[in-house]
């Protein structure tokens, strides 16, 4: 069992920057590969960033490629989403997930409760 913890929402202005966190417990973090996920109201939960066991690959939805970055830190079991440039369209809730596979669809097995970021226009 992986147990998920974000942090790091809140409200801020279009242009703005904020930085999710992701606190894992339970099993070996440095086995899963992790990846964000949000999901805004009345729509389906997209895929946004992942990050492989060792960090060596990263992957990105086209929205926003160039505007966010995913890192990890296995000593800490945290894995980050910083972001940048934030758009109203990126308003949503925020979840955090892991998995033994590295993939950008939504099978992750451990999924976090999920942070709110708004985005004020």
């Known amino acids: 069992q992986v147990h998920l913890v974000e942090s790091g929402g809140g409200l801020v202005q279009a242009g703005g920057s904020l930085r999710l966190s992701c606190a894992a417990s339970g099993r070996a973090f440095g086995n899963y590969a992790m990846a964000w996920f949000r999901q805004a109201p009345g729509k389906e939960r997209e895929f946004v960033a992942a990050?492989?066991?060792?960090?060596?690959?990263?992957y990105f939805a086209d929205s926003v490629k160039g505007r966010f970055t995913i890192s990890r830190d296995n000593a800490k079991n945290t894995v980050y989403l910083q972001m940048n440039n934030l758009k109203p369209e990126d308003t949503a809730l925020y979840y955090c997930?892991?998995?033994?596979?590295?993939?950008?669809?939504?099978?992750?097995?451990?999924w976090g409760q999920g942070t709110h970021v708004t985005v004020s226009s």
């Open positions: 990050i492989s066991r060792s960090s060596t690959s990263t």
């Open positions: 997930a892991a998995d033994l596979r590295f993939t950008n669809t939504p099978a992750y097995n451990y």
